[in-house]
Every structure is written in C-alpha cells, then in structure tokens.
C-alpha cells in the first residue's frame, strides 16, 4: 500500500473538517522534529531501573544460569547420536542413553524451576519501576502551573501518562535480561559451535557481513518510522479526549459526521504509519530468515561432504549439533531484531515522558521563600502588569489597596481582566511587572502551600471529584469529621439543600458531578470553600448559572461566608454587586472607575451605564457586563 502524508489524506476528509484536521494534526513544539534516539535517553531509562538493581541483578543471574542450562541441549543430541551409532554392546548402550535422557531431564527440570523464578522476580521489579515513574509523573502533574494546562491539549497529558507510560512496561520487566539472555546465547553458541567443529564454524562465519549489514539498515529506517507511529498515535488519543470532553457541544451542534471525518482521517494516517514501520520489519525478518536458510543449508551440504570424507570428528552428532548451536545463535539475533521494535516504540514514548518530567513549572516558591504568617487579609496590586504571553498585557498597571475584611466587587465586560485579577492573587500565575501584597508581605517571596491555606476560591464552573458528597466537600480539610462537615454546612445555610440530595451527604458525585445540577454543584462547592476558613475568599462568577431558589441560598449564606473576610467576588448579578465595599470596573485590562455603588451610579460613568442594563435589560448597552 502506498504511503499517504498527512496533505494527502485530508484530500479525502469532507471539505468541511479540513480546517479542524489541520490544528488536529499541527505538530506539539515537542514533535517540531525527529531527534535521533541516542545513548543519554537510553542511559536515563536505565536510571529508571538502578532503584531496583539488586533485584533485577538477582533475576538476570538466574535466567543466564537457566539459559546456559538449556544449550546444553545440542550436547545431549550429540551424545545420544554417538551413543546409538557406536559398535557398544546394546546393554551398555541403553545403559549410557538412561544416564543421558536421566541427566539432561534433571537440567531441563532445573532450568524450568529458573525460568519460573526468573518471570517472577523481573516482574516484581518491573512493575514496581511502573509504579515509581507513575507515582514520579503524578507528582510532577500537581506542580505544573496553570499555563502548562492552558497550553497543553488534554489528550496530549492523558497519553503521557497513560499509554506512553505503559509502553515502557516490556522494557521495564525484560528489556535488561533480553539483551543480556540472548547476547549470551549467542556467545555460547559461538563458542560450542568452534568447539564442535572449527571447519563448520568457518563455513558459516562469512555470513556475519550480511547480518551486520542487514541489522544497521534496519535500526536506521525503523527508527524514524516508530516516532512517527508513535505521534499519530499521539494525536488520535489527543482527538479522541477532545470530542469525549466535549461531547454536548458536539451534540449540540449536531457535528457528530463532521468530526467522525476528522477522527478518520488521523486514524487513516495513524495506520498508513504503521503500516509502513510494518513494511521495514516485513523486510528484515525475511531477510533474517534467509540468512539463517543459507547458514543451514551450508552446514548440512558441508556437514555431509566432511562426513563423506571422514575428515570430522564425531562423525553424524558433529555436524547435527553445530546445525542446532547455529540456530541457537540465529534465534536470539531475531528475538534481539522484535525487541529493537519494542525499544523503538518505547524509547519514542520514554522521550515524551522525560520531556513531561522535565517542563519546569513557571511558579514556584523562591530561594528565599518564607511560610506566610496568619494573614488578616490587606490585599495590595502595587502597579502590576500581567499577560499570559508577556508580549500582549491583558492587565495594565493594576493598582488598589484592600482593606482586611472588606468586600470587593470587579465588574466589567467579558474578557475585561476581571479573573486575572483572582489568578494573579491566588498566585496561579506572577505578574511581570508590579507587585501583589497580601499584609504587605510579596506573595513571590511566601511558600505556596503557605498562601493558598489561607485563601478560599468558588468558581463559576466548579469541579467535583467522584465519591460521595461528604468527600467533596471534605476535600478542603481531609481531616474533618463528619460532624464538623455538618455543623459547617449548618452555619453556612447550606445543610437542607444538601440533604434534599437522594442520601444527603452520602449521595454518590458521578464523573465531574453530571448527576447533580449547576447549583447543587455550586452549593457544594461553597460549602468546601467555607469548610476551608480561608482568610481571603474569592468568588469567580460563582452565582451566575445557578437558578433563583439556588441563589436565596447563597445570598442568605453569604453574610456569614464574607464575615471577617476580605472577598473579591468577580460580580455578574446585581444582588452580589450591591452588598461590595468596593467595586472596580475593570475594561481592556484597566480600572476605569473604582467606589462604592452609589457613589459610582451617581457619577454617571461606565457603571451607571452597566447599571442601567442590570435594571432594565429591554435596553442592551454595548459597554454590559
């Protein structure tokens, strides 16, 4: 089958997906370019391993011993030959071949008890290898920055994780006592073919040339090709999570067949890959094949014109067990050619995992990092200007002062910066001019665990973990009982909506809490946060998508929640705006306005205008919120 490039097959989608199949298929940063698969990565799986060296060690000891064992084999074929073609008495004769069938059943006895061994003792360490690079993965995922996730694809992070990691496994367990088991194979093998017959072994020698060619050609092209596998495999997983996660938007607009056509042209590139680093390996086992035929056939026509002329000793069992030693050395180098596929395929997967391990995150505690005291809650942006890519500022010059226990209200159009703002103080990304002070201590110089212990965020899209209602809401404090979980809801307002759950607090949180409503959800949530006792709380558009029953419960909540605490509340609903110390109106990243509600309505300003729309929305306003 011909080979298809990726221009190629989008001639093939409908007209409609190609734009879609063309940031489908654009190349991550990491892919930009095929890098040669070079010893420093080998040499970091191996790293991998060292943890568990004795144990791998142990395993590799006993699987030689069970190898050397089993090649001893053409030895006894060899002897049972000579014993059978002999001028020995019969009795003696069937004596000697009781004594070998007896010995040689003792060695394979013994190398199958090894070989038992060996499976189970290289597991044991390759899986829990497996663990430490998951468990290493996780770890290093919780301390990535907010940016990491904004720029990475979703299905990009799951494959890392997940199939890129368990590509590694058959390397992990075998890799070591695969290389190490069939090189010495074939060294024994080398040697007990000299030692049975040198003229044998030189008939055959000259075909080390063509091995050696065949092998280099092959590692050379099926490296590219397995990379190149393995990143449409890539971007299959990336598209696959894509369409999942946004299953009812996908729904919703009906695009089911468009994007079934996108899906199977990267699966139709996905195969062409395969099919072609097949194509290489169809080429070279064959090729493997017929060297080994050759190697056989020369053996066994020299064999017998040596034979022939009594020129070999021991005579018929000579020249049959340098044919099985010359076997015995052609099976490992294709076991060793199907494990350089293996290598290719992981080694292209560990790449993807290191280059994961080694993305530093952007925000992380300072040298001179102390642990933020007890905190009142004074919150200062001194000058700060902030933008996702530092060369478009979406925050200019950012000042105001907060005074502890006051409730501040950000307002303003969509994409005003009013949620950068709550980023910024909650430290999820650093400014790159000014400060942000929390009691005029600089956040980048307090520890991060320091900061968001004492702080308490709500979001307009809450997230719920599976379990149960309890465990959500307990995620906040993991230590709470269930009757502190209880009295907390209690003293929030929030205890009877949660009990009207099927089993109240026990009530199971499907995936993502898509068994519950917006505003269970957002209840819930609001309960986790005041669980939590944070010194400054924000709210990001926490009461926008819920009903109006949902927000009496909140609002009426509310005067507990903020009491004693500063509070930035990113407002879209008037009720959350009038309760505000202060209100800033923020637009294209600048405070334009900042006072109380009626000291600005009175001004006659942005906010009078925003305010005029609340009340009277028959009237739209291009300046709204």
């Keep these: 089958m011909k080979r298809m490039s990726s221009s190629q097959l989008s001639k093939h989608a409908a ?18 370019a095929y890098r040669p698969i070079d010893w420093s990565l080998i040499r970091r799986l191996m790293g991998l391993l060292a943890h568990r060296k004795k144990r791998y060690a142990f395993g590799i000891f006993l699987s030689l011993i069970m190898v050397a064992l089993e090649m001893q084999s053409p030895l006894f074929v060899r002897w049972i030959i000579q014993v059978t073609t002999s001028p020995l008495p019969s009795s003696d004769a069937i004596t000697r071949l009781v004594g070998i069938v007896a010995f040689w059943t003792v060695l394979w006895a013994a190398a199958l008890l090894l070989q038992r061994a060996t499976i189970l003792i290289m597991t044991d360490a390759g ?37 890129d990691i368990s590509s590694l496994r058959e390397i992990n367990v075998w890799g070591v006592d695969t290389i190490c088991k069939n090189v010495l194979m074939m060294i024994i093998a080398v040697a007990m073919l000299l030692a049975t017959s040198p003229t044998l072994f030189l008939s055959v020698a000259w075909l080390g040339v063509p091995l050696y060619v065949t092998n280099r050609a092959y590692r050379r092209r099926a490296s590219v090709a397995h990379q190149i596998a393995r990143e449409a495999f890539t971007r299959v997983s990336a598209n696959l999570a894509e369409n999942i996660t946004g299953a009812r938007v996908v729904t919703a607009f009906h695009r089911q067949e468009k994007n079934l056509s996108v899906f199977n042209v990267l699966q139709e590139a996905n195969t062409a890959n395969n099919v072609a680093a097949a194509r290489i390996n169809g080429v070279y086992q064959p090729a493997l094949q017929l060297i080994g035929l050759i190697g056989r056939v020369t053996l066994l026509v020299y064999g017998a014109y040596l034979f022939a002329r009594g020129s070999i000793s021991g005579g018929v069992g000579s020249v049959v067990a340098a044919f099985l030693y010359w076997d015995w050395f052609m099976n490992p180098i294709v076991n060793l050619g199907n494990f350089h596929n293996q290598l290719l395929t992981s080694l292209a997967s560990a790449e993807r995992v290191f280059d994961l391990l080694d993305t530093q995150p952007e925000i992380t505690d300072a040298p001179n990092a102390t642990p933020l005291p007890s905190i009142q809650g004074r919150v200062t942006f001194d000058h700060v200007t902030f933008g996702y890519d530092a060369t478009r500022p979406v925050l200019h010059d950012i000042d105001f002062d ?31 001019q000014g400060r942000v002070l929390i009691d005029r201590h600089d956040i980048r110089l307090a520890t991060a665990d320091s900061l968001h212990h004492q702080m308490g965020l709500v979001l307009q899209t809450n997230f719920l973990f599976s379990g149960t209602v309890m465990d959500n809401i307990r995620y906040a404090r993991p230590d709470a009982s269930d009757d502190v979980v209880i009295q907390a809801a209690r003293n929030l307002g929030t205890h009877d909506t949660i009990m009207a759950l099927a089993d109240g607090f026990n009530t199971t949180v499907a995936e993502r809490g898509s068994n519950m409503s917006i505003g269970q959800r957002q209840i819930i949530c609001f309960t986790r946060a005041y669980l939590a006792d944070p010194r400054i709380f924000m709210l990001d558009e926490a009461t926008s998508s819920v009903d109006t029953a949902t927000e009496l419960v909140i609002q009426r909540s509310l005067e507990r929640l903020l009491q004693n605490r500063t509070t930035f509340i990113v407002a879209h609903r008037l009720s959350t705006i009038l309760r505000a110390d202060l209100i800033l109106v923020i637009d294209q990243g600048r405070i334009l306005e900042r006072g109380t509600h009626n000291q600005l309505r009175s001004s006659g300003g942005k906010y009078a205008r925003l305010y005029e729309q609340f009340i009277n929305p028959a009237k739209p306003e291009n300046a709204g919120n």
């Design 15 to 32: 007209p409609s997906a190609r734009t879609q199949l063309a940031a489908a298929t654009d190349l991550h940063p990491e892919e930009s």
């Design 127 to 163: 899986e829990r290898v497996q663990f430490d690079l998951r468990r290493a993965v996780f770890a290093h995922m919780q301390r990535l920055s907010m940016s990491f996730y904004d720029k990475t694809k979703l299905g990009r992070i799951i494959s890392r994780c997940t199939s």
């Design 402 to 432: 907060i005074e502890t226990g006051q409730v501040v209200a950000l307002v303003g159009p969509t994409g005003g910066g009013k949620s950068s703002i709550i980023s910024l103080l909650a430290r999820f990304y650093e400014p790159q």
